[in-house]
């Protein structure tokens, strides 16, 4: 989330700049033009270019992110029996979890928070109150139906070309006169101003606030207020609200003067108004005596404003808007994030690597970490090492040699040297394309998949599903970074990992995330996590197992003995997904990346 706020920051903060660089070179133009540039980029920071290429990857073809192995995953597969008739048994190394020794980089995120929240309030409390003062006055406010005032008012809206007609009161207190409301907006006219001001001047100062109804500039301020108390710690959003007002003050200037007022007597009007009358407190309610005078001055009697854009600045301003819009809505449409790292990264390696036929024919698979970033694995069958090396669920493994899962291989790597140390994927990435001389590349296809949800509308989970409160992380005291550690007693639930029989799957201190792939080999399709569920689970789930699917397809070897006795009588995976853990696994398409393997090679064994 913070590095998601930085790159919003800093995208905006290159927007604020841009608009700056746009204002100036409109200097000349119309004051309306450069408050629209400066209201733009107001709304960029409530508008993220992240939610526009979200929303433009809805119309996209976009692979979805499939749940995959972390580093600590799936670690010991035996033939052992854990559980009556068992299949299979796995342990898993503990994956990262949340340190449960606090830190300053733990708590750093909760007193930001804290820090905003205060500024937040305070700023909101601060117009609030300001807010209820304006009010006030406006409930307070006589209306005004009919009078000199109420006919030049009408005047100046046949005019302006207003149909609805502004509502006008008199008011007995010293703020200036000042466009209240949005939808139904109220001149509220200080009662005793017609004693200082000519005829001339009167009319003046209406069309002025007819000007600021006309260009909806209350409603821009409440947007803008939006982005303030949002980003109120940003320099640059007090910046751009000062840029507002003064073009949207100057713009109204413009109206007045191209409406017909005599120049002068405007700028006496403004004046008077001014040693009078207080200024709105509120950006939200448009008065007239708002921004820098002297230089409102300067502009009125100068009026050195162009008539009109000149066509190339018109493309210009056309091109940039459109682009800062479909730029990122194409580029969501377009990008396809790439789930499946093609190459290592540099230099990430084994020290010296071992690949040897197993002629053991035990049925045992094993993986196991070695020491210094070292690893072996006993049993295993090339697919099984691509899978795990480009963490892929089972469908998103396609093509490859007809020995892909047949032939099975005793791999051994050990500690890396200097410079060549890297993740255990990267690592393995670079052991299948030295020794199996792998070659593969990307496809995204569209495919059945199971979207995992929370089965309540209510949010409440299952009674077999449980919020974790062991420290699973590879230093905590279950991690494997304090040494090997004993598998879990038959039939107990682990502490950190996995342990699955015949019918039944149990979880401890695991992410949603990483029980929905475990899950996809029982489903008998890929699952995604969609449950929005952060931290970590316990779990223990039940169900009748399908006699074809032992959960591991073409990865378990045909095991010795017995087949194991399934519980037909229990509920099928996904009523007891339901019913168990208060989840449901949806049916439906998306468009996935798979793995394509074009050629690969027996290893020389050494």
Known sequence: MIAELANHLWQSTLVAGLAWLVTLVLRRDRAGVRHAVWLAASLKFLVPFSALTTLGARFGWRPIVVAAFTPHDLLVATGGGAFPGQAIRIAAHPSAGASAMPSIWNVAPDVLIAVWSIGAAALLATWIVRWRRISAVAREATPLVAGPIVDMLRAIERRANITRPIAIASSESSLEPGVFGIVTPTLVWPSNLCDHLSPEQIEAILAHEVAHVRRRDNLA??????????????????????????????????????????????????????????????????????????????????????????GWKKGLLAVAGGAAIAAPFAIGIMRVTPLLAQQPSTNAAFDVTSVKVNTAASGMIRMLPAANGGWQAENVSLGMLVRLAFQLQDNQLVGGPKWL????????????????????????KSMLKDRFKLVTHVETRESPIFALVLARSDGKLGEKLTLSTTDCTPTGPNGRGRGQQPLPVPGERPKCGFMIGPGRIMVGGQTMASFAQTL?????????????????F???????????????GRDLPPQPGPPPVVNSDGPSIFAAVQEQLGLKLESTKAPVDVLVIDSAEKPTPD
């Open 221 to 310: 301020a409440i947007v803008h207020l939006l982005a303030h108390a949002v980003f109120w710690f940003h320099p640059l959003v007090w910046w751009i609200g000062a840029r507002l007002v003064d073009e949207r003050e100057r713009a109204c200037d413009e109206a007045v003067v191209s409406g017909g007022s005599e120049r002068h007597a405007y700028a006496e009007s403004i004046l008077t108004t001014c040693r009078l009358f207080t200024e709105s407190p509120l950006a939200c309610v448009a008065g007239v005596t708002g921004a820098d005078l002297k230089k409102r001055i300067e502009h009125i009697m100068l009026n050195d404003v162009r008539s009109g854009l000149t």
């Open 405 to 428: 899962f047949d032939d099975r291989f005793d791999v051994k790597g050990t500690g890396t040297a200097p410079g060549r140390d890297g993740p255990l994927f990267d690592k393995l």
């Open 520 to 536: 996809s080999r029982f489903a008998g399709g890929i699952v995604v996590d969609k449950t929005n569920l952060s931290g970590t």
């Open 538 to 552: 316990d779990i223990e789930l039940s169900y009748a197992l399908d006699p074809g699917n032992n959960g591991f």
